[in-house]
Nanobody, 122 residues
Framework: QLQASGGGLVQAGGSLRLSCAAS????????MGWFRQAPGKEREFVAA???????YYTDSVKGRFTIARDNAKNTVYLQMNNLKPEDTAVYFC??????????????????WGQGTQVTVSS
């Protein structure tokens, strides 16, 4: 089970840090991802971190977002800086328990959090 938090309303240029807490002690074995879905749009990949700590980002957030994990706390984070109105979406964390490796694809993830709303005003 995943519990996402940290969303909110922020002005353009501001920052937010999302957290995703996992209830399973085997969290450290999972690849973890963040996805987002804006109104009227399909869900899209944002960032991922493998069990070994390798990170991946979609092009639109490179240099602004950072994904990290704390295995001692069973938590993955998404630090979002220099936010833009186009970052407005519901953000979801997800766990790839089988380490499939196709980190950009939603179908690779077995467990999803409930989502947290991020709204960036211009």
């Amino acid at each position: 089970q995943l519990q996402a938090s940290g969303g909110g309303l922020v002005q353009a240029g501001g920052s937010l840090r999302l957290s995703c807490a996992a209830s399973e002690r085997t969290f450290s074995n999972y690849n973890m991802g963040w996805f987002r879905q804006a109104p009227g749009k399909e869900r899209e990949f944002v960032a991922a971190i493998t069990w070994a700590g390798k990170t991946y980002y979609t092009d639109s957030v490179k240099g602004r977002f950072t994904i990290a994990r704390d295995n001692a706390k069973n938590t993955v984070y998404l630090q979002m800086n220099n936010l833009k109105p186009e970052d407005t979406a519901v953000y979801f964390c997800a766990a790839d328990q089988r380490r499939r490796g196709t980190y950009w694809a939603g179908y690779a993830y077995d467990v999803w959090g409930q989502g947290t709303q991020v709204t960036v005003s211009s």
